[in-house]
């Protein structure tokens, strides 16, 4: 399979992926500089599919300008990984996102292959050629305050606003590294200690997660709790249990703050307050603080 047939077949395989990524041979490693027309419909189809799945209009973010070509060779890079100098080449050469497309294309490569492959340079690469996917995972070092910008355009946005809630407040495989959470913490920590709307927005987020996904989180926090009593049977148990009881710190802030700006979420079921509220103390008392 020469490269461009295996980029396509990545790109197909992120719209609904299953099972591994494909890999792909590296003959014809010139067509990455001019890639066929089928290839780039393909990217444009994924871009989309992206959008929609995040909930964003169309055009996303108000903006329309058309995909880099440059951004499919994230996928090629993926299919070459098991040549890991030139896969590391390949994505040296590639340029920095130009529009909302493209960053949703480049997320729709990343996203799905990050579930497959071990965190390393490799993903730390492409987690930095992608905002969208380090947003929803965690930045690589230096790269906190760029994403945090990034943010902050989201919520001024009517559907980034939307899609970064939603996001936000869906709930992570109790097999995800605590990092992700950590990540959400932080950004809603600082999100809340700003008067620009950012409150507003941090409460949205934790109303959804009491709106759309109690059970989950319901059964999330009991193991939680259960880990956090008894130590937990690894490191990495009693970590994700932490990070679990710190991603509500925010609310527990707002609430011990300002009690009325809880009470008026309708949406935010007060004894769903306490229960997260009392993990996190637990979470406090066992570290001192949090």
Do not use: N
């Not at 419909?41 to 799945?53: C, F, M, T, W, Y």
């Not at 990343?110 to 930095?128: M, Q």
């Amino acid at each position: 399979m020469t490269l461009e047939l295996g980029t396509l077949a990545y790109l197909k395989w992120a719209k609904d992926p299953s099972g591994v990524p494909p890999h792909t041979a590296a003959e014809g490693l010139r067509t990455l500089l001019a890639p066929s027309e089928a290839l780039m419909a393909e990217a444009r189809r994924l871009a989309r599919v992206q959008a929609a799945k995040l909930l964003l209009d169309d055009p996303p973010l108000g903006e329309a300008k058309d995909i880099l070509a440059a951004s499919t060779w994230l996928a090629s890079a993926i299919g070459l990984r098991t040549k890991p100098r030139l896969a590391a080449m390949v994505l040296a050469h590639c340029p920095t996102p130009r529009g909302s497309f493209d960053l949703l294309l480049r997320h729709a490569i990343v996203a799905p292959a990050l579930t497959h492959l071990a965190a390393d340079e490799f993903t730390g690469l492409l987690r930095r050629l992608s905002p969208w996917s380090s947003l929803l995972t965690w930045p690589e070092a230096g790269e906190e305050e760029t994403l945090f910008l990034f943010v902050r355009f989201l919520i001024t946005r009517a559907d980034g606003h939307r899609a970064l809630r939603a996001a936000f407040a869906a709930p992570l495989p109790l097999t995800q590294s605590a990092q992700s959470l950590a990540w959400r913490t932080q950004v809603l920590d600082r999100l809340r200690q700003d008067a620009r709307g950012g409150r507003d927005f941090v409460l949205e987020v934790y109303e959804c997660t009491s709106l759309h996904h109690r059970t989950s989180f319901a059964r999330q926090l009991d193991v939680a709790r259960t880990v956090l009593s008894s130590g937990g049977e690894s490191k990495g148990q009693f970590e994700w249990a932490l990070a679990f009881a710190r991603f509500w710190g925010p609310l527990v802030a707002i609430r011990r703050a300002d009690l009325d700006a809880v009470r008026s979420r309708t949406a935010l079921d007060v004894h769903w307050v306490i229960e997260v509220g009392r993990l996190f103390s637990l979470a406090e008392r066992l570290t001192g603080s949090v």
